[in-house]
């Protein structure tokens, strides 16, 4: 065989088996690559919803720690509870819209379920569900469906 027949051999190899193989690896690569960023944006989400829970003991007077309300709360208080909501929905409708969808890889449902979780914890409180309403104007229509169906569960006791 000569050096010439030798190299055209050796590039059918390359290509028949090169090619597949760097498109794998491609594919492989755009799937983790895709994966930390899933995984980026739910530390990013954890991260704020940390920023909101320390903002929650900053407040402690406003009993949000505890299920059960306990008291009368002052006009200043209730100012500021309904802030502290408004800043959870908008937190929750961010997760909502960067991690949630209709089919969901495994990966990306189990991040899901953190949120769905929180949401329902804060839905399992009559008075964050009483604000509900007035919080969910002009918030994402999926959101807003989601949010209301865990609120609902939760007031039904199915959750």
Known sequence: MSVLEWLEAASYIVTIVGLPLAIGVYVYDR???????EEEIFLRLADEYADFMRLVID???????????KGELSEEQLVRKHALFAILVSLFERAYVLVYEDRMS????????????Y????????????????LLQ???PGFVATIRQIAGGVASGSR
């Open 106 to 117: 495994r990966q990306q449902a189990r991040l899901w379920t953190s949120w769905e979780d």
């Open 59 to 69: 407040n402690a007077d406003l009993h949000l720690l505890s299920p059960a309300a």
């Open 31 to 37: 799937r983790r690559d895709r994966q930390n960023d």
């Open 138 to 140: 002009g918030e994402d």
């Open 119 to 134: 949401m329902t914890e804060w839905c399992a409180r009559e008075d964050f569900r009483a604000a509900l309403p007035t």
